[in-house]
């Protein structure tokens, strides 16, 4: 490297010097003279080398410097770069809309660490664009604290509902880990100073040690609440193990004018005539009695969906009368999941004209008392899912159905998709529209195929609406294990109908 100033180079000045006898270098024994000579040259070789390690030296220091101005310079531009970025640009109402999408309302960790806080924490511009934005504040949950002090927790709340301004309140409350009663008191006061702005709430409320609510529980503090909540539309109680809840809650349903939805676990046989059930539109009862349930269906006048999950069938043994039929003329849909329970002994004692969605999950289907059941419906949708399914049954409940436009055939492991069933559904030459459910438009089968691909692909393209005498238009196939890959996929689609196989999984 040559000086730009007086054209100096290191490296010409520390040339390699000349060799005074080359001849040496191979053999022979010099003499004092050649001695000298070459001594001499050693040493202008070791000065050189010296010059080099400290041009080298200086290289390298200068080396750093640049590096370290460069990375400098690099910051520098980045940060000014940053100022001219286009989202500095974007008004403050816009970034709300963006930041409101942040808001995740399945939650369930530290406060602190919920995304729309994180917000609040990167610049002073997004957090003010974010605390002016009511709707991202919209809905407050309180879960795990294990790592928030009782305090901070309070405050971060307290913060939020000043933020959400006037807007309606979604309410999630699964309580903080082991609070203190004083805290206790301190959040549900806190959530019920704005009760006149709740919309929807989602409870799982304190319980004890024995699964009863204690004296100083979020059960109690509710009861004694002597407000109103004018837009409560939702109301969801997702506890249970409680056996026993104050009488006194019951003020909470008579306080709420516009209550629609109601999810109550009916496990606890609570005094039904206290709840409003005239006025709702959706149940969800997460765990109950058949019963209950009936009668519950009994003093309904408006309900148009009913969701059921895990009922007792054994509540009507040891010589209990089963009720009388209850008629609902509004219901609309409905959803029966009994985890292996039998879930004919509740259908067999409903009857629901309007009733146009059914999903049935996880049990067993007593095919008399729910073949009675189907012929008072005019069912649009059917779903049985994870049932134990019959050749035979399903056929008689098909045939009751003339109006189905979406089934749902899931059943167990040991479900097969027989022949039989496949070329009941099939299209007779020259018949149109088909005998069976004739407006079927969508499918959707799993279990172990048992039956020739040709004759399903015969079912197919006779239902096809494109090409076929059916409606058919969206299929969707399931193999279970061992069950063969529907073949023709492409061709099928190819003929207008919109087929979905999902590759079968493996033996174990």
């Known amino acids: 490297m040559s000086c730009t100033n007086c054209g100096f180079s290191v490296l010409s000045s520390a040339a390699i010097p000349a060799a005074p006898h080359p001849e040496l270098l191979i053999s022979g024994v010099p003499s004092e003279s050649q001695t000298a000579e070459i001594e001499a040259a050693i040493a202008l070789a070791g000065q050189n080398i010296t010059a080099v390690d400290a041009e080298m030296e200086r290289l390298q220091k200068a080396l750093e410097d640049h590096s370290a101005r460069r990375r400098e310079l690099e910051e520098f531009s980045l940060k000014h770069q940053a100022a001219l970025s286009a989202i500095r640009k974007l008004p403050a109402e816009v970034l709300g809309e963006i930041f409101s999408w942040c808001r995740d309302a399945d939650y369930d960790g530290e406060l602190r660490f919920d995304p729309k806080w994180i917000v609040t924490r990167v610049c002073r511009t997004w957090r003010a664009a974010a605390v002016s934005t009511p709707r991202m504040w919209d809905e407050i949950q309180v879960g795990s604290a294990l790592y928030t002090s009782e305090a901070c927790l309070v405050l971060l709340l307290s913060q939020q509902i000043q933020w ?86 019951s003020t909470i349903f008579r306080a709420s004018p516009l209550l629609q939805h109601l999810k109550l676990p009916l496990c606890y046989r609570p005094a039904l005539h206290h709840f409003p059930w005239t006025q709702l539109k959706t149940c969800h009862f997460p765990a109950c009695t058949a019963p209950d349930i009936a009668e519950v269906l009994r003093l309904t006048s408006n309900i148009v969906n009913v969701s059921i999950e895990g009922y007792h069938r054994d509540a009507w043994h040891h010589g209990d009368e089963r009720p009388a039929s209850v008629t609902i003329p509004t219901l609309q849909t409905l959803t029966v999941s009994t985890y292996g329970l039998e879930s004919g002994t509740l259908l067999g004692a409903l009857v629901t004209p309007a009733l146009q969605r059914l999903t049935v999950e996880k049990c067993t289907l007593n095919h008399h008392q729910i073949l009675d059941f189907l012929s008072h419906c005019v069912l649009t949708h059917l779903k049985l899912d994870d049932v134990d399914l019959a050749t035979d049954g399903l056929l008689a409940m098909l045939v009751l159905l003339p109006h189905l436009i979406d089934l749902v055939l899931h059943g167990t492991v040991d479900t097969h998709i027989s022949p039989s069933f496949v070329k009941a559904l099939t299209c007779v030459p020259g018949r149109r529209p088909p005998s069976l459910v004739p407006h079927l438009a969508s499918l959707s089968l799993a279990g172990l195929f048992r039956c020739p691909n040709r004759v399903i692909l015969d079912m197919l393209r006779s239902r096809n609406a494109a090409t076929g005498s059916g409606a058919l238009r969206k299929v969707i196939f399931v193999p279970l294990y061992v069950s063969p890959v529907i073949p023709a996929v492409d061709e099928l689609r190819a003929e207008g109908l919109d087929v979905t196989c999902v590759q079968p999984e493996k033996t174990l």
């Open 164 to 249: 959400s301004g006037q807007l309606p309140l979604s309410v999630k409350w699964s309580g903080p880990y082991n609070p203190s009663p004083a805290v206790t008191h301190s959040l549900v006061d806190l959530f019920l100073s704005v009760a006149h702005r709740w919309r929807s709430a989602n409870l799982w409320l304190g319980r004890s040690e024995y699964w009863i609510p204690a004296a100083d529980s979020e059960y109690h503090i509710l009861a004694e609440f002597t407000g109103s909540f004018p837009i409560l539309q939702k109301l969801e109680f997702c506890d249970t193990l409680v056996t026993e809840i104050p009488a006194s809650l």
